[in-house]
């Protein structure tokens, strides 16, 4: 059986929220049509505490798109963003969530990003997604949400890397591109790993 995976679609990530994507608000209809095609649907919520270390204002003298080291792990810093209980982490108002069978929310611990909805970035905190999902009988996951290039690319590789079927619908994800072609080269390093790149016009209608 196959279930929807939707990634961050909350304020801060579309335009005029703190960590804005490019068109991230176009994403919105195709994934509310996409939810009618799938009998299960999960969705992740990035959830952060005020201090947490990736954002660039808990670190003297940092500004956002720098590169540290957090605790052993290469760390992009970012503006303050999806703060818990902000209207930034809330999910978009357009989004359907009546549909969303369970909500799996990411980079509560202040010490480690959280970009996959599986793991954090130092895969020492299991979200318990993927017990959720084997329980469901979920065998195949499609990948949606925002940022194509931070937490879709780590959820889809996690997915497949668990032994899911995975495909990421690349009409229903949008960038950071912090650099540009970011977007295009993780849509090629999820192709890479055997992600399939779908587009949901052609693939689901
Ligand atoms: C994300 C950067 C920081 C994402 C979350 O949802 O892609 N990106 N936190
Ligand atoms: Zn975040």
Redesign the pocket.
Known sequence: MKALII??IQHD?LPGGA?AVKDGDLIIEPVNKLMEHFPLIVATQ?WHPADHL?FASNHPSASPGDVIDLEGLPQ?L?PD??VQGSVGAAFAETLDTSKIDKIFRK?ENRHI?S?SGFFDNGKKQDTGMYAYLKKQQIDEVFVVG??TD???KFTAIDAAALGLKTSVIANATKA?NLKPGDGDMALKQMSSLGIGVVDSTTYLI
Request: aromatic share 22%; with cysteine; proline share 0%.
């Open positions: 990634v961050d990530f960590l990035d990736s992009v970012w963003h999806c980079g990003d970009y925002l940022a931070y937490c879709v950071v």
